[in-house]
């Protein structure tokens, strides 16, 4: 397993050591019971009939009773294990993680069940995740997500599409993550890279939705922070192909846009992007020019230029779009 690097990580590991020792107690008790049954009982003559038995009152009681014990521990220490985790709530403050979106009241008992030092909005995609931050700076990502080390940070999240779970093995349990519904994870974790994996099958690409958290000290941070918001609105130098390509190859774009010899061998969008800057038009849109304008606004935000397109706003800055523009309009 992976080290925990949370309070509730911590909790869900210990409760896994122990179901895992009963686990393999359990094992060793059955296979070591067969065995001997098979050793001590064996045939030995070819004529040779087993004595007929009716019954044993007290074999029956103990593999009933013994087997009942370890389940009422097992759950008796999962209670205690979430008993003890953050924002748990309490009687008087319920707090359920997850909830209708129009839910205020259960909405006001998460706001109340844990002192947080950030909220960051997330939303589930195929096959991405997006990380929307405070402050008005208009600062959104993708994949990663980039948090100050040791703070309180609550993720408010929904779906958009399709059921997707977060988890996070180190930092601590896996939650849902619906579409018409919130889901919340605390956490405070020290300076690192973790990693995880969307939980729950999401379509063809879900093996491509992985989730990453870079927690930085919190100079480096608002260092991040400034850079990103400066980056959102204006380009800060012409599109670099090269840039570009490395952005589409390390994005969630290879989940479902294919090109030939390179590592994108999604086939979910319905052309191949191989000889894209030979098509006459983009998103299959007469009159939708195939050109670095159309192409711009076609990433800025696709669901304005064609409603209804599977293709999502991933919240490109505007350098991030110059660069894929450039590296799209060399694939002829």
Not at 3 to 11: F, I, K, S
Not at 250 to 271: D, F, L, M, W
Request: aromatic content about 8%; overall charge neutral.
């Amino acid at each position: 397993m992976l080290p925990p690097v949370t309070r509730d990580a911590q909790l869900i590991n210990e409760l896994y050591n122990v179901v895992l020792a009963l686990a393999i107690l359990t094992f060793l008790v059955v296979e070591g019971l067969l065995i001997y049954s098979i050793v001590r009982f064996r045939r030995r003559r070819a004529d040779e009939m087993p004595e007929q038995v009716h019954g044993n009152r007290t074999l029956e009681l103990v593999w009933t009773v013994v087997p009942a014990i370890v389940v009422a521990v097992i759950f008796a220490l999962s209670v205690d294990t979430l008993g003890r985790m953050t924002a748990r709530g309490t009687l008087s403050n319920p707090v359920a993680h997850v909830h209708a979106i129009n839910d205020q009241e259960a909405r006001r008992r998460v706001e109340r069940a844990q002192p947080v030092d950030m909220v960051i909005e997330v939303i589930g995609r195929q096959w991405i995740w997006q990380y929307k931050y405070p402050g008005g700076d208009g600062v959104i990502t993708n994949e990663e997500l980039v948090v100050p080390a040791n703070k309180n940070i609550r993720l408010d999240m929904t779906a958009a599409d399709v059921i997707h779970a977060w988890w996070m093995p180190e930092l601590g349990p896996m939650i849902y993550v619906n579409p018409g519904q919130m889901s919340y994870v605390w956490f405070n974790v020290p300076p690192g890279e973790y990693i995880g994996q969307c939980n729950v099958y999401c379509g063809v690409a879900h093996a491509n939705m992985i989730s990453r958290v870079k927690a930085l000290p919190q100079a480096e941070f608002d260092e991040w922070y400034a850079k990103q918001a400066a980056a959102t609105s204006t380009a800060t130098r012409p599109g670099d192909p090269e840039a570009g390509k490395q952005l589409f190859m390390n994005s969630s774009c290879v989940a479902c846009h294919y090109i030939e010899g390179t590592k994108a061998q999604g086939r979910v969008a319905p052309r191949e992007l191989t000889h894209f800057a030979t098509y006459p038009t983009i998103a299959q849109l007469d009159g939708f020019e195939n050109n670095a304008e159309n192409l711009a606004r076609w990433l800025r935000d696709p669901q304005s230029v064609k409603p209804g397109t599977a293709m999502p706003n991933l919240n490109l800055k505007a350098q991030e779009i110059a660069d894929l523009v450039a590296y799209l309009q060399t694939l002829k």
